[in-house]
């Protein structure tokens, strides 16, 4: 049988997001199906060239919710 993955799948599988069985489950169907293949091949380019950010709040906003927890 086959099955349609979906974007949200090939992306939690190129993040390593899914569980074993699902990524075994990708990993075979891609091995069968070229398109599969090139839509995450495309998926694992654009994740290269995207800036990785890091975010943290301001100071003053940690400290404004530890003095509200008081």
């Known amino acids: 049988m086959k099955h349609n993955y979906t974007d949200v799948q090939l992306i939690s599988f190129l993040y390593n997001e899914c569980d074993l069985f699902e990524k075994?489950?990708?990993?075979?169907?891609m091995e069968d199906d070229s398109t599969l293949m090139e839509t995450y091949a495309e998926m694992k380019q654009g994740l290269k060239v995207l800036p990785s950010v890091l975010f943290s709040p301001k100071k003053s906003s940690i400290d404004a919710i530890l003095a509200y927890s008081k």
């Open 24 to 29: 075994l489950e990708i990993e075979f169907a």
